[in-house]
């Protein structure tokens, strides 16, 4: 017994009903064995039956994201047509995803999996840029149950799925009377991030011992809470980082990075805070560089709500904003005086993911070049990870006490 969801209510449909989950109990991981591109069909051949499949259009730029329940990743790839290269990767344990990089407007017209589950085909066909973008808000569309008189208008869910995706919601340390502070390591899992120039280190191997260490002397000064995002090498997307801190109620979201630029003598620290305008060329371009682990891996992040909830969340960002500026500010002010240096004197402003919680005040650190080799060393030594840990903490403590209207940056026990 199935029934049918309109379009613009797949991806809600896909979500509640477990299509985003793991994949069905005792099922054995799976591999693409072949993959091919011939004109506008493309075929997906596996080694072992999948549990599932479904898709995303998604624009700017113009991907094709299929996500397979019981597929292990590999090197698999394949070109052609309208795709103009493919990306195989993993959403979370037991689900791999597929990136179509398309040529154009293309939309997926047909889809079928074959009754032993071991081969998906997808038929691909022109569309005008509207009906893109309509597919695109259309959301995900289960091609389990895909025939080509729904197309890209509704999608048919069996009621047998498996569990609701559950997002991933951290233990919080520290005295429950305090404010939270939600501390973010950037990338991780299949998504390393930023790379050294010989290629040897990785961004998420950083960002996670920096954010611990972070954690730490947050802990240890015993003013506020604290919560990880992530604590080991797990790939989060964008949109669960800060929803995680949103469901905490946490007080402040601070995302650790690094930057890179391969090629340059470009080193030192930046605070990022959010704007929808990006304050120059350089914070667009990390804007894209960082959205894009959320963008590749599937996730819409174009809500809709009517005019009145648009004004509330207006409102209440731009108090969030406000105060993730002064943040900003007082994080780079204390982290000077622990001798961090900065690439420039002033924070700036850029349109990231990460950082669009309505109602978290929230900064990104880019704490250094990992291209460069004089901020590379620093960025994996013990020393220069505990200057930014209390560095850090110093900012928070007077970040609440500001808050909180204390003359003072110390907080009462």
Same mark, same amino acid.
């Given at each position: 017994?199935?029934?049918?969801f309109?379009?613009? #209510?797949?991806? /809600? ?10 994949p069905?109990?005792?099922? =054995? +991981?799976?591999?693409?064995s072949?993959?091919?591109v011939? @004109? ?12 599932g499949?479904?898709?995303?259009? !998604?624009? /700017? ?10 597929? /292990?990743?590999?090197?698999?790839t ?6 103009? &290269?493919? #990306? ?10 597929v990136?179509?990089? !398309? ?17 998906? *085909? ?17 959301g995900?569309?289960?091609?389990? +149950?895909?025939?080509?008189? =729904?197309?890209?208008?509704?999608? /048919? ?16 340390? @520290? ?33 996670? &011992?920096?954010a611990? +260490?972070i ?23 964008? =949109?669960? #980082?800060?929803?995680?801190a ?9 995302s ?13 620290a ?12 350089? +914070? ?11 963008i ?7 809500? *809709? ?7 509330l ?25 622990q ?5 420039? *004197?002033?924070? #700036? ?21 990992? *291209? ?10 013990h ?9 850090v903490? &110093? ?12 003359t ?6």
């Open positions: 017994m199935r029934f049918a309109s379009a613009r #209510r797949a991806f /809600t449909a896909a979500v509640s009903l477990g299509l985003l989950g793991a069905l109990a005792g099922a =054995q +991981a799976s591999t693409i072949a993959m091919s011939d @004109g506008n069909v493309v075929t997906m051949a596996f080694d072992s039956a999948v549990d499949a479904s898709g995303l259009i !998604l624009d /700017t730029p113009r991907r094709l994201a299929v996500d397979i329940q019981g597929l /292990t990743p590999g090197a698999m394949a070109s052609g047509g309208p795709v103009l &290269q493919t #990306r195989v990767g993993m959403v979370r344990p037991g689900i791999g995803r990136v179509f990089d !398309l040529a154009g407007t293309s939309v997926v017209r047909q889809a079928s999996l074959s009754d032993d589950r071991r081969t998906l *085909t997808l038929k691909l066909a022109d569309a005008s840029p509207r009906e893109f973008a309509n597919a695109a808000r259309a995900r569309i289960s091609y389990a +149950a895909f025939t080509p008189s =729904q197309g890209q208008g509704a999608v /048919t869910v069996p009621l047998d799925a498996p569990a609701p995706y559950q997002l991933p919601i951290p233990a919080v340390e @520290g005295r429950a009377d305090k404010p939270l502070v939600v501390i973010d390591a950037g990338h991780g899992g299949h998504d390393p991030g930023s790379l050294s120039v010989d290629g040897r280190y990785r961004e998420k191997d950083a960002t996670l &011992q920096i611990k +260490a954690r730490d002397e947050l802990l240890k000064s015993g003013r506020v809470r604290v919560a990880l995002t992530r604590s080991d090498d797990r790939f989060l997307i964008l =949109q669960e #980082r800060r929803e995680i949103r469901r905490l109620h946490a007080d402040l979201f601070i650790v990075h690094c930057d890179s630029a391969p090629g340059s003598n470009a080193s030192g930046t605070v990022y805070t959010l704007s929808e305008v990006s304050s120059d060329q350089v +914070a667009a371009r990390l804007a894209a560089k960082e959205n894009r682990s959320d590749i891996n599937g996730v819409d992040l174009g809500d *809709t709500s009517n005019d009145v909830g648009n004004i969340i207006d409102l209440t960002q731009r108090e969030t904003m406000n105060a993730s500026s002064r943040f900003a500010d007082i994080l780079q002010r204390q982290l000077t005086g001798g961090i240096q900065f690439k420039t *004197t002033y924070h #700036r402003f850029a349109g990231l993911a990460v950082l669009k919680a309505p109602d978290v005040p929230a900064v990104l650190l880019e704490s250094g070049y990992i *291209t460069d080799p004089g901020d590379l060393r620093k960025l994996f030594s020393g220069y990870q505990h200057d930014l840990a209390v560095g903490t &110093q900012a928070v403590e007077a970040h609440f006490a500001r808050r909180l209207g204390r003072d940056v110390a907080m009462a026990d």
